[in-house]
T-cell receptor, first 115, second 116 residues
């Protein structure tokens, strides 16, 4: 396994459209995280999964955002009715469970531009 | 809640010289980790070094070392013998290992330029 992968790497969409991003974690990692990084800021936590269960969601995750991890492997992050403020880099990370979960491995990110 | 502050938006260093990046944090937890991550331009974030809060000894990874001052809640990164490949955005981050929230909390980052 070569690491966390994300698809697509870049997405340009028009305001009001829906977009979906995919994250494939490192295969033996049962925890998966989504972060959002806007220009000039550090990544901010959005949500995380333990296997297929979504255990925490940030208040940043409005009702237009939904994330799934249906079989505890890959995850998708969907944004409905995109707004210009959604333009950001969306980062996925994965980790082992237990106390080793501090070691989070990041993917290359999906850069979203909403026009 | 945890907060992480990086007060240096940009830093520059001459190749082969030493540079120190600053970070302060705030947490009410007793069990936590601190990290420095490197994010090169258009490339993914990688972990540079980590420090367990219960350890008094400062972590070292080759040319990278930290100065962890627990009482002052300070966690600086020293890069020795700087190389052109060290140019990147550096993020300080904290992680609360004692609770059920497994998120990383990041600072805003410091953009490091290495001059040849």
């Amino acid at each position: 396994d070569t690491g966390v992968s994300q698809d697509p790497r870049h997405k340009i969409t028009k305001r009001g459209q829906n977009v979906t991003f995919r994250c494939d974690p490192i295969s033996e990692h049962n925890r998966l995280y989504w972060y959002r990084q806007t220009l000039g800021q550090g990544p901010e936590f959005l949500t995380y999964f333990q296997n297929e269960a979504q255990l925490e969601k940030s208040r940043l995750l409005s009702d237009r955002f939904s994330a799934e991890r249906p079989k505890g492997s890959f995850s998708t992050l969907e944004i409905q009715r995109t707004e210009q403020g959604d333009s950001a880099m969306y980062l996925c990370a994965s980790s082992l469970g237990g106390r080793d979960s501090y070691e989070q491995y990041f993917g290359p990110g999906t850069r979203l531009t909403v026009t | 809640a945890q907060t992480v502050t990086q007060s240096q938006p940009e830093m520059s260093v001459q190749e082969a010289e030493t540079v120190t990046l600053s970070c302060t944090y705030d947490t009410s937890e007793s069990d936590y980790y601190l990290f420095w991550y490197k994010q090169p331009p258009s490339r993914q974030m990688i972990l540079v070094i980590r420090q367990e809060a219960y350890k008094q000894q400062n972590a070292t990874e080759n040319r990278f070392s930290v100065n962890f001052q627990k009482a002052a809640k300070s966690f600086s990164l020293k890069i020795s013998d700087s190389q052109l490949g060290d140019a990147a955005m550096y993020f300080c981050a904290s992680y609360n290992s004692g609770g059920s929230n497994y998120k990383l909390t990041f600072g805003k980052g410091t953009l490091l330029t290495v001059n040849p």
